[in-house]
C-alpha cells in the first residue's frame, strides 16, 4: 500500500494501528478527568445564573420593566422588546 510516496507494509500498519489505540486510550483518559470538572462547571454557571435573573427580577419589580436600572442589570427594557409577529399558517399540500 502506497500513501504520499511512502511504502507501508503490514508491520507498519499494525504498529499505526497500535499507536492509534494508544492515543484513543489516553484521550478517554482525560475525557474521564474531564467530565466531572466540566459538571462542576455547568452546576456552578447554572446556578449563578439562576441568582442573576432572580436579581433581574426584583428589579423589574421595583423599578419597573421598562426602567434604566433594569436595562442596566441585563435586562431588555420593555418599550425595546420586538412586538410579536403574526402567526401564519402553511397551506396544506393537496394531493
Do not use: C, H, W
Not at 33 to 54: F, G, H, I
Request: hydrophobic share 30%; glycine share 8%; net charge positive.
Amino acid at each position: 500500500m502506497k500513501v504520499n510516496s511512502t511504502t507501508y507494509t503490514g508491520e507498519t500498519i499494525a504498529a499505526l494501528d497500535t499507536a492509534v489505540g494508544t492515543a484513543d486510550s489516553l484521550v478517554d483518559q482525560k475525557r474521564a478527568e474531564l467530565t466531572p470538572l466540566l459538571n462542576n462547571r455547568n452546576e456552578k454557571a447554572s446556578l449563578l445564573n439562576t441568582v442573576l435573573v432572580q436579581g433581574r427580577k426584583a428589579i423589574a419589580g421595583y423599578f419597573g420593566e421598562d426602567s434604566n436600572e433594569y436595562e442596566l442589570a441585563g435586562g431588555t427594557r420593555k418599550s425595546e422588546r420586538k412586538t410579536p409577529g403574526r402567526r401564519t399558517t402553511k397551506p396544506k399540500p393537496t394531493a
